[in-house]
């Protein structure tokens, strides 16, 4: 069975930082794109970021410069490093992983962004 474990979120003031975490466990394969999203009340589920089995990473515009994103396949995990977070950075955020078994979401860690 399948298992992505998030960990990392929390409540952090405007400015702060926070580094996401998620690991896979089970039977998943080879692993291809990583990635994170986004959801906050009220708004649909977006991507934040996403790192290829290469490397390569893209991110949205609204965190470009200010989140990054990496990748351990070793530890077949993916972290997202936070920096200077915004109100508006405020939602569940959920690891997405494509392997070779399918695909797999995690169970969303929640990142509050408030004073």
């Known amino acids: 069975q399948v298992q992505l474990v998030e960990s990392g979120g929390g409540l952090v003031q405007p400015g702060g930082s926070l580094r996401l975490s998620c690991a896979a466990s089970?039977?998943?394969?080879?692993?291809?794109?990583m990635a994170w999203y986004r959801q906050a009340v009220g708004k649909q589920r977006e991507r934040v970021a996403m790192v290829g089995s290469g490397g390569s990473t893209s991110y949205a515009g609204s965190v470009k410069g200010r989140f990054t994103i990496s990748r351990d396949n070793a530890k077949k995990t993916v972290y997202l490093q936070m920096n200077s977070l915004k109100p508006e950075d405020t939602a569940v955020y959920y690891c997405n992983v494509v392997a070779s078994g399918g695909q797999y979401w995690g169970q969303g860690t929640q990142v509050t962004v408030s004073s």
């Open positions: 089970g039977s998943i394969g080879s692993l291809n794109v």
